[in-house]
T-cell receptor, first 115, second 113 residues
Framework: NAGVTQTPKFQVLKTGQSMTLQCAQD?????MYWYRQDPGMGLRLIYY???????DKGEVPNGYNVSRLNKREFSLRLESAAPSQTSVYFC??????????????FGQGTRLTVV | QKEVEQNSGPLSVPEGAIASLNCTYS??????FFWYRQYSGKSPELIMF????GDKEDGRFTAQLNKASQYVSLLIRDSQPSDSATYLC?????????????FGKGTLLTVNP
């Protein structure tokens, strides 16, 4: 049982380049999330998807786009990378609803450097 | 006001002491609260969740929730050096924001042998 799988684990981009971060989960979760983590800033929500076919902006969506390809996969795209997007990116998934068993499970992270 | 705030830390305690981590949240209707532990260079991992007012104990960990004060805390008893990590508080939104999971900035805990 792989849980949440992100690719790649490391990436270096030049300013202006584009790339897509891939995320897949095998836990049959409805909700999926993309966070970025910078020193001293905690986890900041970029986008989330409550269910297949829906996406919503989080706290820091500018410069990013997402696609919920199907129930398993949720990708994050940087169209024109900027040094300010240097960060560690985490994908997560969870069951939908209130209360019990709605905690998020995280992938191993992608360390992105934009030079 | 940030949606989820944690005491900024860092927090340093001696081995065997009680470590107390605090979190406040702004969405009065929130129903689900989580504590995650994150070791340096690793992903966050869930250590506790709490949904009802009061205390919830799991081994050396106790989560406390006070919805009236919009406050949730984590106590770690008999702290061990292996507990040294960043602790993240997470809150699931209410109503239409129920799908949204918001994290605080985290508190770095160091347990000294």
């Amino acid at each position: 049982n792989a849980g949440v799988t992100q690719t790649p684990k490391f990436q270096v981009l030049k300013t202006g380049q584009s790339m897509t971060l891939q995320c897949a989960q095998d836990m049959n979760h409805n909700s999926m999330y993309w966070y970025r983590q910078d020193p001293g800033m905690g986890l900041r929500l970029i986008y989330y998807s409550a269910s297949e076919g829906t996406t919503d902006k989080g706290e820091v969506p500018n410069g990013y786009n997402v696609s919920r390809l199907n129930k398993r996969e949720f990708s994050l795209r940087l169209e024109s990378a900027a040094p300010s997007q240097t960060s560690v990116y985490f994908c997560a998934s969870s069951r939908t609803g209130r209360g019990v068993n709605t905690e998020a499970f995280f992938g191993q992270g992608t360390r992105l450097t934009v030079v | 006001q940030k949606e989820v705030e944690q005491n900024s830390g860092p927090l340093s305690v001696p081995e065997g002491a009680i470590a107390s981590l605090n979190c406040t949240y702004s969405d009065r209707g929130s129903q689900s609260f989580f504590w995650y532990r994150q070791y340096s260079g690793k992903s966050p991992e869930l250590i506790m969740f709490i949904y009802s007012n009061g205390d919830k104990e799991d081994g050396r960990f106790t989560a406390q929730l006070n919805k009236a004060s919009q406050y949730v805390s984590l106590l770690i008893r008999d702290s061990q050096p292996s507990d040294s990590a960043t602790y993240l508080c997470a809150v699931r939104g209410s109503g239409g924001s129920n799908y949204k999971l918001t994290f605080g900035k985290g508190t770095l805990l160091t347990v000294n042998p």
